[in-house]
């Protein structure tokens, strides 16, 4: 694809895609050394949250799903924090009380990632509530898959988010399966992008392999909430390469999707698409696209090594961020 | 000091907070036209930015409220406990949770009015008493005034509070009236038990719609000589402990009395409590008043027999006095 984005975001986005592929690999080699649990991997997917993201400012929320890690990494997220986090450790994002599903970082505007299937969808529309009744302009976006796009939640949250005008926008991650299920059996029509007819919003249809249709459909609806002019949904069309978690040895891969089919989308991975764009449209050499995976790689280990360092939390944690008061849980 | 209704009293407290701080919102079904009372005439004060009709989708506002509560602003909901089934997601998933989960970053001022209708004939499915339910989620401050002054102060602490909060507002006290003071300073903390009468002889705990019923028992026992001690826990999270465990360190007797269902109600929580720290105080055996463990009938010969009424609570008492 060209494109007139500049060379400085398009590095950023690489940088940002690098991050979160060294993250999840880094993560699979130590779950498969018995350091870290089962947790659900991004790879993949990794130019539709950076992409989305490069289109947001810091002062925007983004809300994710349990497939937790590329949201919050591609708003900016500290990369040491998230790894303490799914370490269970005290200096995590949340102390050690979320873990891997639950990242969170009010401070840049990840308003949290969710285990419970389309669950940080209404939280998202209400964030573009509160921007709309106080004339502010930021917006959000939630992050959600194409299981999630059968949840009540969403529904009503795009119904909402229409008839009040919110500035949200709607990102429908489709990587083809909820869990083992084709959405192919679940959606009543053909895109669930089609679904924004019925809301009265408009629906597009986007490459989720490509980080730069990503970006350019997000500033479309990022410009349109901006001006007052209502929510959008975004359908990503994209795929993830691994099973739906690790530690879920039962559900093989090949039961319910072909390898052939895995093969074939692994060909458009969007780590590859984004730097060949960037090295044809000679932006970058692909010796500087390569420093940028290379020290993606050192962030990532050294983020291991400082989540390994991080204390557990004591005891004096188990009852603290019950209530916003100092009050006896019982 | 005026002399007000419970709805009236609630609607005070409302726009009282409304008019200081403007990031609070009421949202819910038909708000504007007020249909169940206690917003009448806020759509007139406050407009069409600050009163908002949302379309029939719990689990979307429920949850919107607490999006728009994590950036700042400070959301009232209205809804009928029988409704909140519906955003249970909402309500649990997010609005209880988040703060902890993400290790204290959210700060969620919500406040969630559930109307609770019942024993007027309205069967089942909108005659929920569901106070229990949410005080064992955890994460949740459980509100249930039991007079006009308390609707009012509660409800200004709710919507100051910094915790998402449940207002229980019981249907068969929204008629009664009292004295409401018209401080608009006035307050009432949350974890505060109100004594509403004082007594030697036995502890009778009430909540909500019982409370009436309560002072009605403790009234007729008066008259057989027998002097009751009448305790309104007002917040059920937080829970006044120290007032009810001191009571019944003074009677040696403990009768409680709650419109929820017998199973896992609040009652069960309170006789646990003084069972596990306050056992060798009693001196009888401590009596349940909650309502019968069924679905509410929609036929009045039956739905009479099921919740707590002053008879139930009189003969309570004696049972505690052998
Ligand atoms: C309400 C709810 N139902 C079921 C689950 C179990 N579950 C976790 S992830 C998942 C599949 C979600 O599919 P999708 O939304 O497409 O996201 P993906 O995993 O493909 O990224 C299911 C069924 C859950 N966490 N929450
Ligand atoms: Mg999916």
Redesign the pocket.
């Known amino acids: 694809m060209t494109t007139n984005i500049s060379k400085d975001l398009l590095m950023l986005m690489l940088e940002r895609m690098w991050r979160i592929r060294h993250f999840e690999l880094k993560l699979t080699e130590m779950y498969n050394a018995g350091e870290v649990g089962g947790v659900?991997l991004y790879i993949g997917q990794e130019a539709v949250a950076v992409g989305a993201c490069a289109a947001l400012k810091d002062s925007d929320y983004i809300a994710g799903?349990?497939?937790s890690h590329g949201h919050p990494i591609a708003k900016g997220a500290n990369l040491k924090k998230a790894m303490a986090e799914i370490f269970g450790r005290i200096d995590g994002y949340c102390k050690g009380k979320g873990g891997s599903m639950h990242l969170a970082d009010f401070s840049v505007g990840i308003l949290g990632e969710s285990?419970?299937?389309a669950s940080s969808v209404p939280v998202a529309t209400g964030a573009a509530l509160a921007s709309k009744l106080e004339g502010k302009d930021f917006v959000s976006a939630v992050f959600?898959?194409?299981?999630?796009s059968n949840q009540g939640a969403c529904h009503e949250s795009m119904n909402l988010a229409s008839v009040w005008d919110l500035p949200v926008l709607f990102i429908c991650?489709n990587?083809q399966?909820?869990?083992t299920t084709s959405y192919k059996d679940t959606v009543a029509v053909e895109h669930i992008s089609d679904r924004a007819q019925a809301y009265n919003m408009p629906g597009i249809l986007v490459d989720g392999q490509d980080a730069i249709a990503m970006y350019e459909a997000t500033a479309q609806a990022v410009e349109r909430a901006r001006n007052g002019e209502g929510p959008t949904l975004i359908e990503a069309l994209t795929y993830?390469f691994e099973d739906?978690s690790l530690g879920l040895e039962k559900i093989r891969k090949s039961e319910y999707r072909e390898e052939s089919e895995i093969d074939e989308w692994r060909l458009r991975d969007p780590l590859d698409l984004l730097t060949k764009s960037i090295v044809d449209s000679g932006t970058a050499t692909p010796a500087e696209c390569d420093a940028v995976s290379a020290n993606a790689h050192a962030e990532v280990e050294e983020a291991a090594e400082f989540a390994r360092n991080s204390p557990f939390p004591d005891e004096s944690e188990l009852y603290k961020d019950m209530f916003a008061s100092d009050m006896p849980v019982v | 000091m005026t002399e007000k209704m419970f709805m009236q009293a609630l609607g005070m407290g409302i726009a009282e907070e409304m008019r200081i701080d403007p990031k609070v919102f009421l949202m819910g079904e038909d708000v504007r036209a007020s249909v169940y009372g206690a917003a009448s005439g806020l759509h007139d004060e406050f407009g069409d930015e600050r009163i908002l009709n949302t379309p029939l989708s719990e689990n979307g506002f429920f949850g919107a409220a607490v999006g728009a509560a994590a950036v700042g602003m400070r959301p009232i909901v209205e809804t009928l406990t029988s409704f909140m089934w519906v955003g249970m997601d909402q309500l649990v998933s997010q609005a209880a949770k988040m703060r902890y989960m993400f290790g204290g970053q959210a700060t969620l001022p919500v406040v969630y009015r559930a109307v609770m209708y019942y024993g007027g004939g309205s069967a089942a499915h909108h005659s929920d008493r569901s106070y229990p339910v949410f005080m064992n989620i955890g994460g949740l401050k459980i509100v249930t005034p039991g007079t006009p002054a308390d609707a009012k102060g509660l409800m200004k602490t709710a919507i100051r509070d910094n915790d998402p909060v449940i207002m229980f507002e019981d249907g068969t006290l929204l008629g009664t009236r009292g004295e409401v003071p018209d401080d608009p300073d006035f307050t009432v903390p949350f974890g505060v038990a109100n004594i509403l009468r004082e007594g030697t002889d036995v502890t009778v705990v009430a909540i909500a719609g019982s409370v009436p019923r309560a002072l009605a028992a403790a009234e007729e026992m008066a008259k057989e000589g027998v002097s009751v001690e009448v305790i309104d826990p007002r917040t059920l999270v937080p829970l006044d402990k120290e007032t009810i465990l001191n009571s019944v360190g003074k009677t040696g007797r403990l009768v409680v009395a709650d419109p929820a269902a017998k199973v896992c109600s609040a009652a069960s929580e309170i006789m646990s409590i003084v069972g596990e720290e306050a056992f060798w105080d009693l001196q009888a055996p401590m009596q349940k008043v909650a309502s019968k463990q069924v679905h509410i009938p929609f036929s009045p010969s039956l739905e009479k027999l099921v919740y707590p009424t002053s008879d139930g609570i009189i003969e309570s008492i004696k049972k505690t006095l052998g």
Not at chain 1, 144 to 148: I, K, S, V
């Open positions: 659900h799903n349990h497939r285990g419970i299937v959600f898959g194409d299981g999630a991650e990587n399966y909820a869990v993830r739906h």
